[in-house]
């Protein structure tokens, strides 16, 4: 398959390969280009604390590949009936997750490893798929997993380290989520000490930390239209699974001082001349979250920390409709919501339009799904740098997020898992046959 090269061949070799099968560029909405000019065509945000980024031209090793040695590694390049020599499948029912595991779910062929996603009864569940571990257990160096997920939501698409015996005396029992990746462009890293468990309201919880990053979704969206359009009404729509939490929705009339930024907490105010005509508009809304606690109103209130939050079920959409026509040369919106320093529930799809008397028309658009960041569609690189004193996570050789590793401490295997959740999406029969493709993992010592 492309992007496969035996691990002995130097690093910069296999990244231009890898690039073949790997074509990442900037996500763009869709706009109507005889009439618009949509700003919000900025290079694909990546919301977190670094920027996303195609895979590097040259090593995606931490420091360059001068620093490391390969000593461990799986290229799936071998029988199906030869996976048993370096891992272990479970094989059994879930109480946790949608789906039981087991050995069948998980095979080789064509060079990468494919754990496969079945609507069949067996133990307990109605779903099947697939977990392996390795036999080996490791103790930092930096580990390294190339594969695309399943290309459907409801899944989680796993890469991890966790113990799985009791620890040594005085050590934790403890889990690094290096990525659970959900469909399509979502990498989810997480933290777990699963020895320090306690009853908080008759639930058991354990210390953890998550930190979730979005690719190809941005919180601020700006419409700068090329040739202005004069209407009573506009619409800002999504079809995407979960609610939808609009901040602001700005529109702006024809304003030769220019256009605010839209994080902006007085937006309004910040260029002369602005006029935001959502002021004076009436609001109508496919629904709220809270019945009879209609919250429209606040995307035009002025402040960016309150919102509109949607009904969760079907598409969700909000319009403005002025007292009389308006000419606008602008439209911005906030969507999402910031928790714990970082973008929550961004929107991955959406639709602006207005309407000319008769009908709507589209001004702009944006489908996650249709752009580069499906992390289902092309294979991208996760990895991790396990020393005694940090954790380090990686995507496409960028770095995503470091800790203070205080609790891993000890030898773990190197976990492969597809699951079947509903906090990952909507689950459906679309689900069947879908399958998580593992091209290779990787473990490197400092040399």
Not at 114 to 137: I, M, V, Y
Request: net charge positive.
């Amino acid at each position: 398959m492309l992007g496969r090269t035996p691990p002995n061949v130097p690093y910069c070799l296999r990244i231009t390969f890898a690039k073949c099968d790997s074509h990442q560029k900037p996500i763009t909405p869709h706009v109507n280009p005889l009439r618009h000019l949509a700003l919000c065509s900025l290079p694909a945000l990546f919301i977190g604390t670094a920027s996303a980024a195609p895979p590097a031209a040259g090593s995606l090793l931490p420091g360059g590949s001068d620093k490391w040695k390969l000593t461990w590694s799986d290229e799936f390049d071998y029988e199906n009936a030869r996976l048993d020599e370096k891992w272990i499948s479970q094989n059994s029912s879930s109480t946790h997750i949608l789906c039981s595991r087991w050995r069948e779910n998980a095979s080789t062929s064509d060079g990468t490893l494919k754990l496969l996603n079945k609507k069949e009864k067996r133990g307990t569940n109605d779903w099947t798929s697939g977990s392996l571990w390795t036999k080996e257990k490791f103790l930092h160096g930096y580990f390294e997993c190339r594969y695309r997920y399943a290309a459907v939501e409801g899944t989680n698409n796993s890469f991890w380290i966790m113990t799985n015996n009791p620890p040594p005396e005085g050590k934790k029992t403890f889990e690094i989520d290096i990525n659970e990746g959900h469909f399509p462009n979502e990498v989810n890293t997480n933290i777990h000490n699963h020895s320090d468990v306690k009853t908080v309201n008759g639930k058991k919880t354990h210390p953890s930390a998550s930190k979730s990053f979005s690719f190809g979704v941005r919180p601020d969206v700006r419409i700068q239209l090329e040739i202005p359009v004069k209407t009573k009404r506009l619409r800002l729509s999504s079809t995407q699974a979960d609610y939808v939490h609009l901040g602001e929705l700005r529109a702006y009339n024809v304003n030769p001082a220019g256009y605010p930024e839209v994080l902006s907490a007085k937006a309004d105010t910040d260029k002369p001349g602005l006029i935001n005509f959502a002021k004076d508009a009436k609001f109508k809304s496919s629904g709220v979250v809270k019945a009879g606690d209609d919250t429209s109103s606040k995307v035009a209130d002025g402040k960016i920390d309150t919102r509109w939050t949607s009904q969760k079920d079907g598409e969700k959409w909000i319009e403005l409709e002025f007292p009389e026509e308006r000419t606008l040369g602008c439209v911005q919106f906030i969507n999402g919501y910031q928790s714990g320093g970082s973008w929550k529930n961004l929107l991955d799809d959406y639709k602006v339009s207005w309407h000319d008397g008769s009908k709507w028309i589209e001004m702009a658009s944006f489908d996650v799904k249709q752009g580069s960041y499906n992390l289902a569609k092309d294979f991208q690189t996760y990895g991790l740098e396990w020393t005694d004193k940090e954790l380090v996570f990686y995507f496409n050789g960028k770095e995503l997020r470091r800790e203070k590793n205080t609790i891993c401490n000890h030898p773990a295997p190197i976990w492969l898992s597809l699951a079947i959740i509903p906090w990952a999406g909507k689950v459906t029969d679309a689900i069947n046959g879908t399958f998580m493709e593992v091209d290779y993992v990787r473990v490197y010592q400092r040399k």
